[in-house]
């Protein structure tokens, strides 16, 4: 088996596995959309710090599967990767330090005790270590292929389909490592993504799915931050998610909820009335039940909360998390939103701060 050096300062090879679904389809959910009490208005997010270098590539080299002794991160891509593996999401794996990528250093800093700076720095870098290489080898079968479909761009259209699935290799590729489309490219410059073939060996990040160490005590959403955050009975933070909330301020809940229905691979019922804006919404008239599958609009993860109509959720387009809002909901990247279904339970208390 062949294995790479450090992406930057160390890249290794894990080996070759094929794509698995980590969901199995589960008993359709409906999503209605009604209008909460009047929160308190958010204040403004405050600006991500300054960014650490960027990530360099260099050449493949043999190398060991794992490191002899941790080894400290030394550019954002690695940062990147080492905070998700640790349970701190920066949206999509870029390798660029944005204001995502900052907020989940400084998230990851407090909870190391360490100055809450979200800055690359010595004594974080020194905490924030690989054991294993950043980077593995993946192929796509030819499964995976035959389950791509294109996406009808009509509500009704899409409630015709057999399943919402991915569109295109790059994006099942990119989605299922946590990784921009960019970034896959980028590691493999000579793949042929407007052809894809099978058994083909690609490069990407190595993101193991997060074990559930300890249960999952309360659930704080920063709306400001744009933050969604998981803590243990002691006060420890088990995960750290950017989120998108609703556009318009009265549709923000506010105060202490609760978990009432954790559903993977969620149908979506789709409600016209809800979407005013959309002119198809308008004169269709009834409702529509959509199928399940990534680009469902609620992804692959729907955990349902006291206020009648609201949820935390994935989403189609997970690049777009933090950066743009809802009509209601807590949308989180798909990844995300399947990590949070192994730590979500019955009664679960979710606090939404201003």
């Known amino acids: 088996m062949r294995h790479f050096s450090r992406w930057g300062l160390t890249l290794l090879l ?35 710090d300054p960014t650490p270098p960027a990530f360099v590539a260099r050449e493949p080299a043999e190398a060991d599967a794992t490191f002899a002794t941790p ?9 990147q990767i080492a905070l998700a593996r640790a349970g701190f999401s920066s949206g999509p794996i870029d390798g660029v330090g944005g204001a995502q990528s900052a907020t989940a250093l400084r998230a990851y800093q407090e909870s190391h005790d360490l100055p809450a700076t979200g800055v690359l720095d010595s004594a974080t870098s020194a905490k924030l270590v690989l054991t294993t290489p950043a980077l593995t080898q993946i ?3 030819a499964e995976d292929l035959a389950q791509l479909q294109p996406l009808d761009p009509t509500w009704l259209g899409k409630s015709q389909q057999s399943a919402l699935a991915y569109e295109t290799a790059l994006e099942l590729v990119a989605e299922r490592t946590h990784a921009s489309p960019n970034l896959i490219r980028q590691l493999n410059p000579e793949f042929d993504w407007a052809e894809p073939t099978a058994g083909t060996p690609l490069v ?9 160490t300890k249960k999952a005590a309360r659930i704080i959403i920063q709306l400001a931050a744009h933050t969604l955050e998981l803590f243990d009975a002691d006060g420890g933070m088990l995960a750290h998610f950017p989120v998108s909330i609703a556009s318009r301020i009265e549709k923000r809940p506010a105060g202490e909820l609760r978990v009432t229905v954790v559903v993977a691979n969620p149908d979506y019922t789709f409600n016209p009335e809800a979407f005013p804006e959309s002119e198809e919404a308008r ?37 777009q998390v933090g950066r743009t809002e809802s009509h209601g909901c807590f949308r ?9 279904l192994d730590f979500a339970w019955i ?7 201003p």
């Open 283 to 319: 004169t269709l008239g009834r409702k529509l039940m959509l199928p399940p599958g990534p680009n469902n609009p609620v992804g692959l993860a729907w955990v349902g909360l006291s206020l009648p109509g609201y949820g935390i959720h994935g989403t189609p387009k997970p690049e």
């Open 139 to 141: 192929v796509l079968t």
């Open 71 to 79: 080894v400290p991160v030394t550019s954002w891509l690695e940062a």
């Open 14 to 48: 894990l080996g070759t596995v094929a794509l698995q679904h980590p969901l199995t389809r589960a008993t359709a959910q409906v999503v209605e959309f009604r209008m909460p009490p009047t929160p308190r208005p958010a204040p403004p997010v405050l600006e991500a």
């Open 332 to 340: 989180l990247a798909n990844w995300d939103a399947v990590t949070l």
């Open 347 to 353: 009664g679960l208390p979710v606090v939404v701060e």
């Open 204 to 212: 990407v990040p190595a993101i193991p799915r997060l074990p559930k």
